[in-house]
């Protein structure tokens, strides 16, 4: 009976996140106040997020780097896989789904926060009864512009992974850095990069899409907007893993 009731309301929940995409993915009324929103959203979801994303991936791009020269390294095995698996693991997974990851904390919950603070004071309804569309005014433009600026985000996270990575070569020396440069170099494949780029925009999707979801159909008072928030966070982090071993089994 537990089963029964706890699918029903999975079921129900996923109904009514199908519907309301269905409605904020409608041609926007106003192309020029979507446009606006679209900059807007772009700054404040993306441009915002771009220091704790380079923060984050020099650090773990020198840690790899160490952990990688500390633990595989050995004269059995050629000087650059230092450098070479530390680019795998940077451009493979964490500059696309460990960096998601982290970003559905940071921008899953403003999102969810936002739209649930305008629901709890009736500034969506206000909306509705103006005759506005408000699902497609208000997350189209989240979905749009978290999706438009995350393969940047990603790049700027391989880059200064690789970066991190040069700074252990260089100022901890670890190793030198013209093995970390032939580790870096060896048997590039570009699609390696797109992979990670495809994989993103997916991620930035879900993070949108759920917490737009979250935030949008928050019913109560200030207690349920922190609820909400935690929700999003915690079904969007779900999502990204799940989708991420179809991604990478259907890319790869």
């Known amino acids: 009976m537990f089963i029964i009731k706890l699918l029903y309301k999975y079921l129900t929940t996923f109904g009514d996140y199908l519907i309301l995409i269905g409605h904020s993915l409608s041609r926007p009324e106003r192309m020029r106040m979507f446009f606006k929103q679209y900059i807007k959203?772009?700054?404040?979801?993306?441009?915002?997020s771009i220091g704790i994303v380079l923060l984050i991936s020099f650090f773990i791009g020198a840690v790899i780097c160490i952990q990688m020269k500390v633990n595989i390294q050995s004269p059995w095995m050629p000087r650059w896989v230092s450098g070479y698996t530390t680019r795998e693991i940077m451009l493979l997974e964490f500059s696309s789904s460990?960096?998601?990851?982290?970003?559905?904390?940071?921008?899953?919950s403003n999102i969810a926060s936002e739209l649930g603070t305008m629901r709890v004071t009736q500034q969506i309804d206000a909306l509705d009864i103006m005759g506005v569309n408000s699902a497609s005014y208000l997350i189209l433009p989240k979905?749009?512009?978290?999706?438009?600026?995350?393969?940047?985000?990603?790049?700027?996270?391989?880059?200064?992974?690789?970066?991190?990575a040069y700074g252990t070569a260089y100022l901890g020396h670890m190793l030198s850095p013209d093995d970390l440069t032939l580790g870096i170099q060896h048997a590039f494949n570009p699609w390696f990069m797109w992979m990670s780029i495809i994989k993103s925009m997916f991620f930035a999707y879900i993070i949108a899409?759920?917490?737009s979801f979250f935030g949008y159909t928050v019913k109560g008072g200030s207690i349920d907007v922190g609820k909400a928030s935690t929700d999003a966070v915690v079904s969007s982090s779900v999502l990204i893993l799940f989708s991420d071993v179809f991604l990478t089994q259907l890319l790869s």
């Open 41 to 48: 959203e772009m700054s404040q979801l993306g441009v915002n």
């Open 98 to 108: 460990i960096m998601c990851l982290i970003l559905a904390g940071k921008v899953g």
């Open 143 to 164: 979905i749009m512009g978290l999706m438009t600026i995350m393969p940047f985000l990603v790049i700027f996270s391989s880059a200064m992974g690789i970066v991190g």
């Open 209 to 211: 899409s759920v917490s």
